[in-house]
């Protein structure tokens, strides 16, 4: 990769995920520094502002560190494609689609990929059609990440407070069947998958203050996982990232049940680069420090090998 390669850096962001997505951009962007490699940060708040100024600079590659809505949905990759700008996120299509928990599950449904039942609630309406003989369940924004405004529920008056508060921000809530188990995650970089990492976490579920801010959640990686089962899930995880025609680096999430078998919860297409995200760990365990994950995650994108 030359040395004159020009670099759009993007991060911040419009979307409820914009604190993370800063914290994982401004690692990027140190790496950037450590390679010294040619880049420029892009924060696109103002639409026609970005426009003008990304394509004033002409990046040979943008480097997409947008999470959530907005970054990671499609809406940038439709602009940075109708620009003719090379970039690290997926395409259009699997960005939009993968975005959509509901749209992503009902697909790998079709191809028999292990997942727990599911209903959509768009309204208060919708309630009356689902099981209430089955408790726990698992309460979820179609479109958000970072695990922002999940809940478990214990009953049908927790559920309807839960759902009192995702329908102030959303409008489309999966209501999923609980599964006791442990929680997961495997990381692809350019179709290849890496270590298993098991998270455990002190209270609770791995949500929004466990994964960025919590001191005492535990990452073991390579998990204790069982060897045949181990290579099954990473074997699951590339046919999920060749199913849904992912690109680059993403991180695809499980519940490994009780049973041993894994479920799939969704699939991350601009995965976290924070200190305390899940990809930098597992590249780690393989020997890939952040800056050579860098490098990885642009060569994919420029579609040259390291």
């Known amino acids: ?18 604190e993370i997505s800063i914290k994982s951009g401004k690692a990027v962007e140190n790496a950037l520094k450590e390679l010294n490699l040619e880049y420029r940060v892009f924060d696109p708040v103002e639409r026609e502002k970005f ?35 090379k970039h690290t996120s997926s395409s259009v299509k699997t960005s939009s689609i993968t975005m959509d928990k509901d749209f992503t599950k009902r697909i790998l449904k079709t191809y028999n990929i292990p997942m727990a039942n599911w209903e959509v609630i768009k309204s208060y309406e919708d309630i009356e059609k689902l099981d209430f003989s089955k408790f726990p369940k698992v309460l979820k924004p179609a479109e958000e990440g970072s695990s922002i405004g999940v809940s478990i529920v214990k009953n049908k008056s927790e559920l309807i407070d839960a759902l009192d508060e995702l329908f102030k921000f959303n409008q489309k809530i999966l209501v999923e069947d609980f599964i006791k ?36 959640t535990e990452y073991i990686c390579p998990a204790q996982i069982e060897k045949d089962i181990y290579k ?12 849904l025609e992912c690109e680059g680096a993403v991180r695809i999430d499980y519940i490994l049940g009780e049973d041993n078998k894994p479920y799939f919860l969704e699939v991350n297409t601009i995965p976290g680069l924070t200190d305390h995200s899940l990809l930098p760990k597992a590249a780690e365990k393989e020997g890939i420090d952040f800056k050579e994950l860098v490098l990885k995650i642009l060569m994919g994108a420029m579609n040259e090998n390291l």
């Open 232 to 243: 099954y899930i990473q074997n699951l995880s590339l046919e999920i990232y060749n199913i």
């Open 51 to 85: 426009i003008n100024e990304i394509v004033e600079y002409k990046p040979d590659i943008v480097f997409n560190v947008l999470h959530g809505k907005g970054g990671e949905d499609g809406v940038i990759q439709g602009v940075l494609e109708f620009l003719g700008f």
């Open 1 to 18: 990769m030359g040395k004159n390669l020009k670099i759009a850096l993007l991060y911040g962001g419009t979307s409820s995920e914009r």
């Open 181 to 216: 188990g442990r929680e997961i995650t495997v990381g692809v970089i350019n179709g290849k998958p890496l270590d298993i990492i098991e998270i455990k976490v002190k209270d609770g579920f791995y949500d929004y203050e466990n994964k960025y801010f919590s001191s005492s």
